[in-house]
Every structure is written in C-alpha cells, then in structure tokens.
C-alpha cells in the first residue's frame, strides 16, 4: 500500500517493495534459466541439422544445402532471441538493485562488486563468435557449392 507524507507525495509501503524485490529475483532466476535453454537448444538443433548433413547426405546436394541454411536461421535466430533476453535481463538488475538500496540489502550490489573486481567472462561474446565461426563455415561450405556445382 501507499502511504502519504506530509509533502503530499506517496511513499511505497516497505512490504510492497521487499514482494517487488522478491518477484524481481524471481525473474531474474527465471530468465537465466531460459537464456541456457535457449542456448542448449540452438546449438544442439543448429549442429544437429550440419551433423546429419555432413555425414549422411550427399555433400553437394540441394538437401543439404538447404540443412545447412535452415542451421544458421536457427542458430541466427536464438542468438537473437539470447540477446533481447539479455537487454531484459540488465534492466531486471538494476531494478533490483534500486530495491535493495531502498530496502539496505546488498545481494546483487555486492555480486556486482566482486564481478567488477574479478572480472567475469564475456558468455554473450564468446557465444556471438562462436555463433560466428559456424556462420563462416556455413559460408565457405556455400562458396565450395557453388564453386563445385557450378550454379
């Protein structure tokens, strides 16, 4: 609930504030967990898709090919899908840790810190160039085809 000041203006309830904060961590515990789906599932079906063609078809066929296209609209589309989930992610962070100042509570703010001292491995950029590397594949497997096919 909200209460009022002598000011006029409305003050949150700190009971009000402490369920926002849990619903935040909640959803923030929920995004992580889907953003390791999605990578899971992204790279299992794009690899999948290039294991498949690359061991039991023709090697310059048309099926192939399209496999192979079909792979990188997959991987394309959940390093997309990774990345807005980030963005979505950061802003559910600092919210958080606007809340915990309100409350005094330390829990993302000091997570931050030791992040910041330590440094943190750069997952989206690592992914993005891995993402990368199969891309480029991609494109030179394409080149050979239709160097070789003559199209």
Avoid: C
Wanted: hydrophobic letters at 50%; proline letters at 1%; glycine letters at 8%.
């Amino acid at each position: 609930m909200t209460e009022s000041n002598n000011n006029n203006q409305s003050v949150v309830s700190p009971s009000l504030t402490l369920e926002e904060y849990k619903e935040t961590l909640a959803y923030l515990r929920h995004e992580d967990q889907l953003g390791w789906t999605i990578l899971g599932l992204t790279f299992t079906a794009a690899l999948g898709l290039w294991a498949y063609i690359f061991k039991d078809l023709a090697f310059f066929s048309g099926k192939s090919l399209a496999l192979s296209g079909l792979g990188v609209i997959v991987l394309v589309l959940g390093r997309l899908m990774a990345r807005r989930l980030t963005d979505y992610t950061k802003s559910l962070w600092k919210r958080a840790e606007e809340l915990e100042e309100t409350l005094g509570f330390l829990l993302l703010t000091q997570m931050r810190q030791r992040i910041t001292k330590n440094g943190a491995p750069r997952i989206n950029l690592m992914l993005d160039l891995i993402a990368l590397g199969t891309l480029l594949v991609w494109f030179a497997y394409l080149v050979i085809f239709i160097w070789r096919v003559g199209i």
